[in-house]
């Protein structure tokens, strides 16, 4: 099946991100999300980026007009079945995610290839609650997605080569670089980086430093272009806490056990740059 008209559910920073990828790259992208106002901030910001594209001399002024006309925003989850793909981007709890994939299965006809931009859940879970597990795959893209190059594409237990190849094409038309992973919690990036992340706070809740020396070690100490405490507020530490969890849970080894520090933030709202507090204010 050729691929031309494109799913995206949820439009939060990563669905909105993977739909501004898609509508640039010529694909028709049907944006769906639970209220219009999710969908109107969606497509604004959207506009934003592509215009800073613009700006930049990567994009021309009528490419942006004509990568926000392929960009339908839609409320009824129903009208994905006129898709040929679709991305699920919604939010990192298994519970959210298996509703949405049994319903996409519904809906959507056996052919088509039902993706998940998740960031650690099992990709073997989820395609167990469809009657296609053989063409559920993880497609998981990096913050900010119009930007970042990486996208790992997770095979499932089941998942077929037919799935992972057509995925695989898909990302380098998006002009993305495909890195093959297998199923596993927090798959490679996340098992690696929330671990590193996680034992930063642990440096601030036990006193060695604040967050601006933590972060200043990795940015002068490894070079890293930003410290591990302002990616995180960046990220969102509820997300950070969600994926904490799924290596715990997963995995079963203390070593993925989350930062006391984490938790009592996430509890006070303090979730990082999107709630305007974090390990910094914004």
């Known amino acids: ?12 920073t990563m669905g909105n991100g993977i739909a501004h990828v898609f509508a640039r790259n010529g694909f028709q992208v049907l944006l769906c999300d639970i209220e219009q106002r999710f969908l109107d901030r969606a497509l604004e910001t959207i506009s934003t ?3 800073r594209e613009v700006a930049k001399g990567k994009l021309g002024a009528e490419d942006k007009a004509a990568a926000l006309k392929r960009i339908e925003p839609v409320v009824e989850r129903s009208q994905l079945a006129s898709c040929d793909f679709i991305v699920e981007a919604a939010t990192e709890k298994f519970e959210v995610k298996a509703e949405l994939f049994r319903d996409l299965d519904r809906i959507c006809p056996p052919g088509v290839i039902l993706a998940s ?13 469809t009657k296609r597990p053989e063409k559920v795959i993880g497609m998981h893209f990096f913050n900010p997605v119009p930007v970042m190059r990486l ?4 095979r499932g237990l089941a998942t077929s080569q037919a799935t992972f190849d057509t995925v695989r094409e898909l990302a380098l038309k998006l002009e993305k670089t495909p890195v093959e992973v297998n199923d596993a919690p927090g798959f490679v990036s996340n098992r690696v980086l929330m ?9 601030v ?12 070690v990795f940015k002068l100490g490894m070079n890293h272009p930003m410290g591990p405490l302002t990616l995180a507020d960046f990220i969102g530490l509820d997300v950070c806490l969600d994926i904490m969890r799924v290596l715990q849970d997963g995995l079963g080894d203390p070593k993925y056990r989350p930062c006391p ?12 740059k999107k709630s305007g507090r974090g390990f910094y204010k914004y």
């Open 151 to 154: 996208v790992e594409v997770i």
């Open 1 to 12: 099946m050729e691929i031309r008209r494109v799913g995206v559910v949820g439009a939060g």
């Open 195 to 203: 671990p590193l992340l996680n034992e930063a706070m642990f440096a």
């Open 205 to 216: 809740m036990e006193g060695v430093a604040e967050p601006e020396a933590v972060d200043e």
């Open 261 to 272: 520090l984490l938790i009592k933030m996430v509890d006070a709202g303090w979730l990082g």
């Open 49 to 51: 980026n592509l215009e």
């Open 117 to 129: 931009n998740t960031s650690s859940i099992s990709i073997t879970r989820l395609a167990a609650l």
